[in-house]
């Protein structure tokens, strides 16, 4: 059932400037009492493997991995695609901790459900 109060927010880019715009409009999404989702698909998964949001900074914000741990630490649902894991030969490997790894219909579940999608 869709939810207009919703926004799913798609990453598919490995590039750091891309990085922070979903995490940063999911929090201020949040702020608004809109229910944000972030799901990282393709390419996008790189900054969740263990060690590599860390070596994000730009600017004055903080790291990478400060904002995705302060996107899960408010209560907001980060996903990886499965197949994305597959597809770039990470089957074994742990992603860093609260993200879900869910199939690839999630995707479409969650943007049929959102009132907006924006993609990354």
């Not at 869910?102 to 579940?109: E, K, P, R």
């Amino acid at each position: 059932m869709k939810d207009q109060n919703s926004i799913l927010y798609v990453q598919t880019s490995n590039t750091p400037e891309r990085q922070y715009s979903p995490l940063v409009l999911a929090q201020t999404a949040k702020a608004m009492d809109i229910i944000p989702r972030v799901y990282f698909l393709g390419q996008g998964l790189n900054v969740l493997l263990p060690g590599e949001a860390e070596k994000i900074q730009l600017g004055s914000f903080p790291s990478l991995k400060e904002l995705i741990e302060k996107t899960l630490e408010m209560g907001i649902e980060i996903y990886a695609c499965e197949a994305s894991k597959q597809m770039l030969g990470w089957d074994k490997i742990q992603l860093i901790p609260g993200i879900k790894v869910v199939g690839a219909g999630t995707l479409n579940d969650l943007a049929l459900d959102s009132g907006a999608t924006m993609w990354f």
